[in-house]
């Protein structure tokens, strides 16, 4: 749990965030990312951003997907590229 979450908070309150981005290398560090986001989705933000996830430990923890709540899974770098433009595509629409 290395993210300052009060830091976060202020600056999620502060500011218009589209999304956010979580990189999760190591398979033990699942769990601080699912806190993360049940964090950040429990916030009273004037608006919720998407919440995007990749990273290692996808890959090596199948049921990743299903507890972490994410919007957006990222199971390889070479499909970021196609990802964000869906999303900068649905996001002007």
Known sequence: ???????????MVRESIDVVVVSVTMDFNLRSAEHLIDTI????????????????????????KDFLKADIFVNRIEDLDTVIDQLESDMQK
Do not use: C, F, H
């Open 41 to 64: 989705r429990a916030w009273r933000l004037n608006k919720q951003p998407i919440v995007m996830v990749g990273g290692n430990a996808l890959k090596n923890d199948s049921t990743a």
């Open 1 to 11: 749990r290395s993210v300052p979450l009060k830091s976060l908070e202020s600056i």
